[in-house]
């Protein structure tokens, strides 16, 4: 079965490093989205993609975040100057069409643990 | 950002009992909702959907009830297995957004 994978599967970090988390989404999908979990807390929302540009983003997606579709496969999220509120585990999803409605679920990947030390 | 809410952060259920998790929303513009399933070191896993048309949608032992008027929706899962011991987690969506909103978890044991 096609799923989403993601790399690293942990990534530790010092504060004010740079940092990309990669993602290959399902091959025919065409909405790729990134999301967060704080350990503890909820699964939120980062930012979705399609067709090459943001769809939408959450206030939580600063000047800090990017996302990037360097080629047809990967979906990339930076984050420029880490903080250790940044430590997290990073979930990227995809889907084949916007996600609402019949058929439109999100597949998550396994997630990469992001430690800021 | 409490628009989605679990409020029963664990069960405990017997096996081959049901379970029923709950789930409560504020934000009436919700129209999709969504149950995943999320074992540990893992991402969530899709498990079953509804739309704000329908009141119930069944697949083999999940059934999603939606009560609009009361903006409340409940997962049953009858019979409850071991394999079913995870963290699931309700998810709502609107029809001209592009992102979930999820409740905080509710945790689920089922004990043999």
């Known amino acids: 079965e096609p799923e989403v994978t993601q790399t690293p599967s942990h990534q530790v970090t010092q504060m004010g490093q740079e940092v990309i988390l990669r993602c290959v989404p399902i091959?025919?999908?065409?909405?790729f989205y990134w999301y967060r979990q704080i350990l503890g807390q909820k699964v939120e929302f980062l930012v979705s993609?399609?067709?090459?540009?943001?769809?939408?983003k959450s206030e939580i997606f600063d000047d800090q975040f990017s996302v990037e579709r360097p080629d047809g496969s990967n979906f990339t999220l930076k984050i420029r100057s880490t903080k250790l509120e940044d430590s997290a585990m990073y979930f990227c999803?995809?889907?084949?069409?916007?996600?609402?409605?019949?058929?439109?679920?999100?597949?998550f990947g396994q997630g990469t643990r992001l430690t800021v030390v | 950002d409490q628009q989605v809410k679990q409020n029963s952060p664990s069960l405990s259920v017997q096996e081959g009992r049901i379970s029923i998790l709950n789930c409560d929303y504020t934000?009436?513009?919700?129209?999709?909702f969504l149950w995943y399933k999320k074992y540990p070191a893992e991402g969530p896993t899709f498990l079953i959907s509804?739309?704000?048309?329908?009141d119930k949608n069944e697949d083999g032992r999940f059934t999603v009830f939606l009560n609009k008027s009361a903006k409340h929706l409940s997962l049953h899962i009858v019979p409850s297995q071991p394999g079913d011991s995870a963290v699931y987690f309700c998810?709502?969506?609107?029809?001209?957004?592009?992102?979930?909103?999820f409740g905080g978890g509710t945790r689920v044991l089922v004990k043999p």
């Open positions: 999803a995809s889907s084949v069409y916007r996600t609402g409605g019949t058929n439109t679920e999100a597949f």
């Open positions: 091959s025919n999908h065409l909405y």
């Open positions: 993609f399609y067709n090459n540009e943001i769809s939408e």
């Open positions: 934000n009436s513009m919700f129209d999709y």
């Open positions: 509804i739309s704000s048309i329908k």
């Open positions: 998810a709502a969506n609107t029809a001209a957004g592009n992102k979930l909103t």
